[in-house]
């Protein structure tokens, strides 16, 4: 029988239950204690914890990420190694994690991924207002075509890609798809000038000042397609100009090349109302069912313009993931037509932004001009304020754009594990203040002049209002020289 006494719980055993209790408990304390800063000499010393290196951190300002969400991060910064970008976030936290000897101080600034022209033809920029105001047929026939053939040579061609790079750095551009001639120089000088790009020769059914035949041009693509073959900024793509500009066995030729290589199609859409009326009398379909049926049409496709898109077409846009570039300056100056860019993105269609040629179309590579003018017209063609709003705009200019592109993996916002292609905007500018809602400042009040640094590929291109990749003042007088020489060769041709 057990000792009913030892059962009973008196004042005195509980005192000592509580003293061993409490001697039970400090000899696990010192043990916890230890594992932070009272530490033995001879056990392994805890140092600080080690920065990860970067090489180059983007701090302060506010970053505008366009991520999927959208994530807004005021007093933010960015991590940079290599060309890509490791980390976005709170500055206390990245600067936590990051140690990186180039740093970038957007300290009351904006960080915004890199501008994408999704359309253009850079040379011609050095046919810039060779002649406005006049009919696209006038415009073709009388000046451009005579300039082109008394004008365009490789030389002319790098000078003029020199100086659109000049002006797409400037404004906030990164990344561009071009569509012109001798376009492995255009490439040279797009890397050279340390842009990022897709570019394609133009096939077209009359002789161009390089290739004369559309079998040159297939042929010149297929060498240009593999030279640049896994070059880090220069993807190349194959370009047939327009479905009225080529024949149906080019345009079958040109997607074959382009899938057997996977690479872009780079192509003009349903520009003009004559396109439409023409491609309904001809083919019996609108220019977009055509594509589709003669098997071009799919997610390899950038389509510039697709203002002429019916319901249907906006459909099988979307269902081939095809691209749309929008081009609201090019458009309304040669009086193409409105394109429907709020039918199409709720169709489900990528619409990203481009200037078209800086020639007779726009004339300028300004896409901080072209997000507000999209905005605009169609909020005037509509005569409804939100038919397209700011943050719609930037989206066409950043992140949309590169899902026209097919590269939103590469590009369009600012998240780890995409390339490091940002641009920073002061607000220092009286247009720039007083600031409510930072994507209404962007596309309505801020200004190409306010870009102060681009960086593109974790590069350092556009520095304290310097361009880091040109001779500004070379490519100036260069442009100058050339439009005397153009100007003289259409008196010549006047003649
Ligand atoms: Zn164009």
């Known amino acids: 029988m057990l000792n009913r006494n030892e059962r009973i719980v008196t004042p005195r055993s509980t005192a000592v239950f509580l003293l061993l209790l409490l001697l039970a408990l400090a000899a696990t304390l010192p043990a916890a204690a230890q594992t932070s800063d009272k530490k033995p000499a001879s056990a392994l010393p805890i140092l600080p914890r080690k920065l990860e290196r970067a090489d ?214 349903a520009e003009t109302q004559k396109e439409l009326e023409d491609s309904r009398a001809k083919n019996g379909a609108t220019p977009v069912a055509y594509l589709d049926r003669i098997g071009l049409l799919g997610p390899d496709v950038l389509a510039a313009h697709c203002i002429w898109v019916d319901e249907a077409d906006r459909k099988l846009l979307a269902v081939r993931q095809a691209g749309c570039v929008h081009n609201p300056g090019s458009n309304m100056m040669l009086a193409s037509g409105v394109s429907p860019v709020p039918e199409m993105r709720a169709a489900g269609v990528r619409v990203g932004l481009g200037t078209d040629g800086p020639a007779g179309s726009n004339n300028d590579f300004n896409l901080m001009e072209e997000m507000d003018l999209a905005a605009k017209l169609q909020k005037i063609s509509k005569m409804d304020p939100q038919a397209l709003g700011a943050k719609a705009a930037l989206e066409m200019a950043t992140i949309e754009g590169a899902r026209a592109l097919h590269m939103e993996k590469e590009i369009g916002s600012l998240e780890p594990g995409k390339k490091a292609d940002l ?73």
């Not at 890609?161 to 001639?181: Q, V």
């Open 423 to 495: 641009i920073v905007i002061g607000l220092d500018a009286p247009n720039a203040v007083p600031m409510y809602d930072v994507y209404s400042q962007i596309v309505y009040a801020l200004k190409a002049s306010d870009v102060e640094t681009v960086v593109i590929a974790g590069r350092t291109v556009l520095q304290a209002g310097r361009v880091l990749t040109l001779h500004e003042a070379e490519v100036i007088a260069k442009a100058r020289e050339y439009g005397k020489k153009v100007a003289a060769s259409l008196q010549e041709a006047g003649k």
């Open 56 to 269: 180059l951190i983007v701090s302060g300002g506010t970053i505008v990420t366009m991520d999927a969400s959208r994530r807004l991060f005021e007093d933010g910064a960015i991590a940079v190694k290599g060309d890509t970008i490791l980390a976005v976030g709170p500055r206390a936290e990245i600067e936590a994690r990051y140690a990186a000897s180039r740093r970038i101080n957007a300290r009351g600034k904006l960080v915004l991924p890199g501008l994408i022209n999704g359309h253009t033809h850079v040379p011609m920029t050095l046919f810039r207002g060779l002649k406005d105001d006049v009919t696209l047929h006038e415009w073709l026939t009388k000046f451009i075509f005579p300039a082109e053939a008394r004008n365009v040579t490789e030389e002319f061609v790098r000078w003029g890609t020199r100086l659109a790079a000049l002006e797409m750095i400037r404004s906030g551009t990164t990344t561009f798809a071009d569509m012109y001639y001798f376009e492995d120089a255009i490439a040279e000088e797009t890397k050279a000038a340390g842009m990022r790009a897709i570019l394609g020769e133009t096939l077209i059914e009359f002789p161009a000042p390089d290739n004369k035949t559309p079998a040159d041009t297939l042929a010149y693509t297929e060498r240009f397609l593999k030279r640049w073959q896994g070059d880090p900024l220069i993807h190349a793509a194959v370009a047939p100009h327009a479905i009225y500009t080529n024949s149906e066995k080019t345009l079958r030729d040109s997607a074959a090349l382009a899938r057997k290589y996977h690479s872009p199609i780079l192509i003009h859409v």
